[in-house]
């Protein structure tokens, strides 16, 4: 079965600070990576995905994600956060034949200005 | 172009009752699931339907149910509510089944359970 984890569950940064989310996932075929954000009081968005290529992919506001296929991992990154980007942030997984998404526990930001 | 509409955005109900939430998928959308979202859970997958068939199921009880219309939109019922199905219920609606299709969510119905 797949599953997702996260590695904190509370990251609180200054503005400016770099950002790194960890997501890890278990599956045992190909699978399709996502990161989904949660601002506050808003609905889920999409940030960015991975279906294959460059294993490094670019998304909105500047967020960024790589995926280490050795590693299993998926994490996203920003150089420079800000207080905007307080939020709730999902890893998704989904594989490539039918099955539904399974997203990780999520990890809550918090930007102090 | 509008985006998933789900209704009500909020319900307060009692305990053995039973409740009807309902979702409006994007324009042209064929697939909708069904996510619980708490806050020690995370994002739980109930179902997902696609052509009106119920394609995956999530690890719930059978008291969780849902349908899909033939104009794709969908509802989900909860009968003999418990407590502890207090949560926000999003759903997320996407192109097709395919691998390259992301979700595009609601802003999901808050259910409290008294």
């Known amino acids: 079965a797949q599953s997702v984890s996260q590695h904190n569950h509370h990251v609180i940064l200054s503005e400016a600070a770099s950002l790194e989310l960890g997501c890890n996932y278990s599956y045992g075929g190909t699978v399709n990576l996502f990161w989904y954000v949660q601002y506050p009081g808003q609905h889920l968005q999409l940030l960015l995905k991975?279906?294959?290529?460059?294993?490094l992919v670019k998304g909105i506001k500047g967020f960024e994600a790589e995926f280490i296929k050795s590693k299993f991992s998926f994490n996203l990154r920003k150089p420079s956060v800000q207080w905007s980007d307080t939020a709730e942030y999902f890893c998704?997984?989904?594989?490539?034949?039918?099955?539904?998404?399974?997203f990780g526990p999520g990890t809550r930001l918090s930007v102090l200005p | 172009k509008a985006g998933v509409t789900q209704t009500p955005r909020y319900l307060i109900k009692t305990r053995g009752q039973q409740v009807t939430l309902s979702c409006s998928p994007i324009s042209g959308h064929r697939s909708v699931s069904w996510y619980q979202q708490t806050p020690g859970q995370g994002l739980q997958f109930l179902f997902e339907?696609?052509?009106?068939?119920?394609?995956n199921k999530g690890n719930f009880p059978g008291r969780f149910s849902g349908r899909q219309f033939s104009n794709s939109r969908s509802e989900m019922n909860v009968s003999t509510l418990e407590l502890g199905d207090s949560a926000l219920y999003l759903c997320?609606?996407?192109?097709?089944?395919?691998?390259?299709?992301?979700?595009?969510f609601g802003n999901g119905t808050r259910l409290t359970v008294t």
């Open positions: 998704a997984v989904k594989g490539n034949y039918g099955q539904n998404f399974v």
């Open positions: 339907y696609f052509s009106e068939t119920q394609r």
């Open positions: 997320a609606s996407s192109l097709d089944r395919g691998w390259n299709s992301p979700l595009h």
């Open positions: 991975y279906f294959s290529g460059d294993p």
